[in-house]
């Protein structure tokens, strides 16, 4: 089993509109880099989930103060698009912003993002926290090559591919490189990449290294295959486990090209996603179930019990599934929440 613990391993992630309403927690720029104030607002968070769900295993880690370097209980991609120049705007309850920077250039001096105040602020607060703890931990989210060509070029990237195809192929390669030399400086500090990207990573014996790929659903199949099928072979050679996450209701339309990965080890699949195709062409892949947050406002403790069972029978293998809902805000109620782990606790007894 790929996973260190229990069969459909489950996480949720709240959103910072939740955080807020219910924690008084606040998202300016000191959330993200005041060294005291990242280690108090984590063990806040893990208190707060350990007081509400700490009997499914959530805020294992609320006794602990810890030199968390990114925030590990948001989803929040920001860091990569800021040092590759594009401004980010901060708020009180919503995640950092980002503003797409409309660059006319298909050209990055790959060592520029490290010489930007984004970086440096990052590295200072590293630096302050291995100081005072000895040690760091967790990681930040770092995005994904079309994510980020999009914040650097914003929709001027998809007339690009069409009209300068080699240049585009270069570009991307280019921000690859920025990712790699990112990453691999984490993966040295803290043996970990992607747990800001999903938690359910978490779960697995080794960390996975999890490329983010929301906007692929604005690209066709070929175009995957063309212009970023090959980064994601050649991370999945480099990097095990590796994984992508498709947060996109279409992960479906790409699964005979994500087949050509020799070794695809984790799929988030998003909400639409169709688990019956995706297993048929993924036999040995985690299928990450990712439940709509939207719906579950909406939804009865009933409705999303039986959404959950025939998810979880349609991805065909439940040592190869897990589940998991992300950017849940203040509208859901606890006892919703509950029963995504409730139903899950039943489900590993049915299964078993």
């Not at 290294?209 to 991370?235: K, N, R």
């Not at 062409?281 to 959404?307: A, D, G, M, W």
């Amino acid at each position: 089993m790929l996973t260190n613990r229990k069969m459909l391993p489950v996480d949720i992630v709240l959103a910072p509109e939740w955080w807020y309403h219910n924690e008084g927690l606040t998202f300016d720029e000191d959330f993200f880099y005041h060294p005291v104030r990242r280690v108090e607002a984590e063990q806040q968070m893990e208190k707060a989930l350990y007081n509400r769900w700490g009997q499914y295993g959530l805020g294992a880690h609320h006794r602990e103060a810890r030199p968390e370097i990114g925030a590990v209980h948001l989803a929040a991609g920001f860091l990569l698009s800021e040092m590759l120049g594009c401004k980010v705007n901060y708020s009180e309850n919503h995640p950092p912003l980002v503003i797409p920077a409309n660059f006319d250039s298909l050209e990055i001096d790959v060592e520029e993002p490290f010489k930007n105040p984004a970086f440096k602020k990052m590295i200072a607060l590293l630096e302050e926290l291995r100081l005072k703890f000895g040690y760091l931990s967790g990681d930040i989210n770092w995005g994904g090559i079309l994510n980020l060509a999009l914040d650097l070029k914003g929709e001027n990237i998809f007339m690009d591919m069409m009209m300068e195809p080699d240049q585009v192929k270069k570009y991307f390669t280019q921000i690859a490189s920025v990712i790699q030399r990112f990453t691999s400086l984490m993966e040295k500090e803290t043996k970990s990449t992607s747990i800001s990207v999903n938690r359910v990573v978490g779960h697995f014996n080794e960390p996975v290294f999890l490329h983010s790929e929301c906007s692929h659903t604005m690209i066709s199949a070929e175009d995957y295959e063309e212009y970023l099928l090959p980064f994601d072979i050649e991370w999945s050679k480099q990097h095990r486990p590796f994984g992508i996450h498709y947060c996109g209701s279409d992960p479906h339309r790409m699964a005979e090209k994500f087949e050509k990965i020799p070794k695809l080890d984790f799929l988030d699949v998003g909400w639409g996603g169709d688990l019956k195709v995706l297993r048929k062409h993924l036999p040995n892949t985690f299928l990450n179930i990712r439940l709509s947050p939207v719906e579950i406002i909406h939804q009865s403790k009933e409705e999303i019990r039986e959404t959950i069972t025939r998810l979880v029978d349609d991805s065909g293998n439940p040592d190869l599934t897990g589940v998991c809902c992300i950017n849940i805000d203040e509208k859901v109620t606890d006892d919703k929440i509950e029963t995504i782990f409730k139903t899950v606790e039943e489900l590993r007894e049915v299964l078993v």
